[in-house]
């Protein structure tokens, strides 16, 4: 099921998922894992604790920030070791970055399902749905702040 929240940039990956076979969808991840931003040098110093992901097997970091009304994310994540959580992060920050908070929140919950339907990653689902979960608890956030001025 494509939902209609969704920025279009994650709709149209949600599309062309659906038309490739398991291995090709592998393919895809390995290809989107790739494109993840490298983490700009500003956020490398900050204390850990506060942007750790603990429900995900994989160690990663999730980095917010909060601009002119905008949300940018960043991740630290070893895409070697890791090419599912880097693509999915990838794939999710493609369609979120540099807008508003309200984008993020209106992600259906289901989207890491619907991006592992078939793949044969079920047991990948709950720390990758708890990264989304952080996303949205940041974009939250960020909004409360921007109407809270």
Do not use: W
């Not at 110093?45 to 960043?74: K, N, W």
């Not at 070893?78 to 984008?103: E, H, K, Y």
């Not at 289901?110 to 990653?121: K, S």
Request: with cysteine; glycine share 6%; charged share 25%.
């Amino acid at each position: 099921m494509i939902n209609g929240s969704l920025p279009p940039q994650i709709d149209r990956v949600l599309r062309y998922f659906s038309g490739l076979s398991r291995e090709e969808r592998m393919q895809a991840l390995a290809s989107y894992s790739r494109k993840l931003e490298p983490l700009p040098d500003r956020f490398k110093d900050l204390p850990r604790e506060a942007f750790s992901v603990p429900e995900c097997q994989t160690p990663v970091e999730i980095f917010p920030e909060h601009r002119d009304g905008r949300m940018h994310f960043y991740a630290e994540v070893d895409a070697r070791r890791s090419p599912t959580v880097a693509a999915i992060l990838a794939i999710v920050f493609a369609g979120v970055n540099d807008q508003p908070p309200a984008t993020t929140l209106a992600i259906p919950g289901d989207l890491v399902r619907q991006l592992m339907d078939n793949i044969g990653l079920g047991a990948r689902e709950a720390g990758l749905n708890a990264m989304l979960m952080r996303l949205k608890r940041h974009a939250a956030d960020a909004e409360g702040q921007s109407n809270g001025r």
